[in-house]
């Protein structure tokens, strides 16, 4: 336990000296493992390494698929017509939303649409800005939940499901 406080002391000193969340995280873990003085090989054979792989090529592909401006332009086509602030437009966003969630999982849905939607909303209050970023949250979670592939975590339930 004293072993983990200043692992701890130490990753929070790491994140405010360098205000790098991701790097803090990988100091911490490694200075755990090293601090430990167990063998790291049991809990490396837990991890899944082809759900690791999932994820890196989930998020490669939706930073290329940004980097075509093909998103952006869907966006700029589509902005007029879901502005949060109308009944119209919040059921036109909440309808793309689930398309998006069921289509695309519900991770690239709010990678690709989340700065879009709260820049949108921050133009009219930042009051709008929050409840964008509410209702992206919670129509993605709960479209990603409908069908298996509509989310990474359904696969990997369904995964473990199939290891028992």
Not at 116 to 137: C, D, F, H, N, Y
């Amino acid at each position: 336990m004293f072993c983990f406080k200043k692992v701890y002391a130490l990753a929070i000193s790491f994140f405010e000296l360098f205000l790098l969340m991701s790097w803090s995280a990988i100091a911490a873990a490694l200075a755990l493992i090293v601090l430990d003085f167990q063998d790291a090989r049991p809990s490396l054979e837990k991890v899944s390494y082809s759900l690791l792989l999932f994820f890196c090529g989930m998020f490669i592909t939706v930073d290329g698929f940004n980097k075509t401006g093909l998103p952006s332009a869907l966006w700029d086509y589509m902005e007029p017509y879901a502005r949060i602030d109308t009944a119209s437009g919040a059921l036109v966003l909440t309808v793309v939303i689930l398309f998006l969630s069921n289509v695309a999982s519900n991770v690239p849905t709010v990678l690709l649409l989340g700065a879009r939607v709260a820049a949108s909303a921050a133009e009219i209050s930042p009051g709008e800005e929050t409840k964008a970023w509410l209702m992206l949250a919670w129509v993605s979670t709960v479209a990603g939940n409908l069908p298996l592939l509509g989310s990474a975590a359904n696969l990997i339930v369904c995964k473990q499901a199939r290891r028992s």
